[in-house]
């Protein structure tokens, strides 16, 4: 009987250290001081359209001075009519600059640092200048793996390399990278995407080590398919493996409503925003060793790993047996031809 005993005890063990850790990890979660974006100078890539528009708005709704950055001089302009129809008060500004975020870090160096002279340091920087190329990995061109690394990875590199050193210097800041579920795991079709958006988490947590004892603080967000100009566009050519693989896990998201909760979770300086229950399942999922955001996802991350782990597995299987699927279709109507 005494292996009973013994079981016990080392069960009883590990469940108390289990929780004393988790008492010492809630005590170093020191929250961010608090951050108001009235009157905050927000500058926003890819502001002109989708995601990065709607976060524009929800910034300044509430009070935000708006720099928007963007390739296309007349949609910039567009976005920012309907931007400032949303205005609390008549002070606030929204500034167009157009640039390519992706080509050559100087300019946009120049270019920010004509935004802060006219708005003031930049409190608040969106990353959210991006693109997708779906397609098998043979049939891409190794041209796109180089686009979509450069306007994606180096095009979020080049605008917080312009920001970030004023912000350190104020002690005070945050800085959101857009990145995707793709990001998160990797799909059949994504195989150039997600790689320039997993680079992305890399990027922010080394730098989210750096810059937190300055008070600056990192935010990943990880949206999911979301009804945008941009997603509308790439859904023509998108493979019909990657459409109903997506389709599968997860609804189509407006663009406003994803925004919204980009902006709160910015402001109260967590590191990894996501979107939906499938997004919160995947966060928690893929968490590694990323900062936690609060007591209670450390709790759910201990109790539930396991489970999610089961989870995940089972919608890799569904997946893979779409592309089967996909496959034996496919062959059929070829011999049929
Ligand atoms: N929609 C989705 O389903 C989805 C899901 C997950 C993640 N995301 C990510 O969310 C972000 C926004 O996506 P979206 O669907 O809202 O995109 P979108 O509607 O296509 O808008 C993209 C924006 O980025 C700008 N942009 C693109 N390349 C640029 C460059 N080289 N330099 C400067 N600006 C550039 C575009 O303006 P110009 O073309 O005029 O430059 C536009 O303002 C992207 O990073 C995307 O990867 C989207
Ligand atoms: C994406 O494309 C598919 C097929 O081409 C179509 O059925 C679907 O409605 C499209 N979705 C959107 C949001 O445009």
Redesign the pocket.
């Known amino acids: 009987m005494s292996w009973v005993v013994l079981v016990a005890a080392a069960g009883g063990v590990a469940l108390i250290s289990a929780f004393l850790m988790l008492l010492y990890i809630a005590s170093l979660m020191a929250s961010p001081k608090p951050f108001s974006l009235s009157g905050a100078h927000v500058v926003v890539?890819?502001?002109?359209?989708?995601?990065?528009?709607?976060i524009a708005v929800e910034c300044f709704k509430q009070g935000a001075f708006i720099t928007?950055?963007?390739?296309?001089e007349n949609?910039?302009l567009e976005?920012k009519k309907e931007i400032e129809k949303y205005a609390v008060n008549d002070k606030q500004v929204v500034h167009c600059i157009?640039?390519?975020?992706?080509?050559d870090s100087a300019d946009v160096e120049r270019v920010l640092k004509q935004a802060q002279e006219k708005l003031g340091p930049i409190d608040m920087l969106v990353?959210?200048?991006?693109?997708?190329v779906t397609g098998k990995f043979e049939d891409l061109d190794t041209s796109s793996f180089e686009k979509l690394m450069?306007?994606?990875y180096l095009?979020s590199v080049y605008p917080t390399r312009a920001a970030i050193t004023t912000m350190k210097e104020r002690r005070m800041g945050r800085i959101v990278f857009?990145?995707?579920?793709?990001?998160q795991v990797g799909l059949f079709g994504y195989s150039a995407?997600s790689a320039a958006?997993f680079a992305l988490r890399g990027l922010a947590e080394a730098l989210q080590m750096e810059v937190k004892p300055y008070n600056v603080y990192v935010t990943v967000?990880?949206?999911?398919?979301?009804?945008?100009?941009?997603?509308i566009?790439?859904n023509k050519t998108k493979l019909l493996e990657t459409r109903l693989i997506s389709e599968s896990s997860s609804p189509l998201?407006q663009?406003d409503y994803v925004a919204r909760i980009i902006v709160k979770d910015a402001i109260q300086g967590k590191f990894s925003s996501s979107i939906g229950t499938d997004g919160h399942m995947l966060n928690i999922l893929t968490s590694g060793m990323s900062p936690m955001n609060s007591l209670g996802e450390a709790l759910e991350t201990v109790i539930c790993m396991g489970l999610f782990r089961l989870i995940g597995q089972y919608y890799t299987a569904s997946f893979d047996s779409i592309v089967r699927r996909c496959m034996i279709q496919k062959e059929k109507s070829e011999k049929t031809d």
């Open positions: 890539t890819g502001g002109s359209s989708g995601i990065g528009k709607s928007l950055l963007a390739r296309n949609r910039l976005a157009s640039v390519d975020v992706s080509k990353n959210s200048a991006g693109m997708s450069a306007v994606n095009g857009v990145s995707s579920q793709a990001g995407y958006k967000a990880y949206p999911s398919d979301t009804e945008t100009p941009g997603f566009e790439e998201y663009p």
